[in-house]
């Protein structure tokens, strides 16, 4: 199983740069099934907080940071895992199929 982490979009404070709102995804993928989950992360701080990062210089890196000291990442890879091995499981147990031989 493969998970993959990454950010869509970052909501912030646009006087301070201040993130206040993280919107994050897992892509799971196995055997060519796919799932994700997409999440928003809700954070605060303040520009005096330490290691404070101004918004320019913050890396999709940094952020995903955040989300994996925030979030229960491995329940989520867990619940995205067990989704896909129930998609596969049904696939192998169809007996039909549609389409057309052209």
Not at 1 to 22: D, P
Not at 25 to 51: A, P, V
Request: charged letters at 20%.
């Amino acid at each position: 199983m493969n998970h993959t982490w990454s950010i869509l979009n970052l909501k912030r404070t646009t006087s301070t740069g201040v993130v206040t709102e993280v919107k994050y995804q897992c892509l799971s993928e196995h055997d060519n099934m796919i799932d994700r989950q997409i999440e928003k992360l809700i954070i605060t701080g303040s520009t005096s907080d330490e290691g404070f990062i101004e918004y320019g210089n913050l890396t999709e890196e940094n952020v995903l940071g955040w989300v994996n000291n925030l979030v229960d990442t491995s329940s989520i890879e867990t619940s995205l895992s067990s989704s896909i091995e129930d998609m596969l499981e049904v696939i192998s147990q169809n007996t039909s199929s549609e389409g057309t031989p052209w």
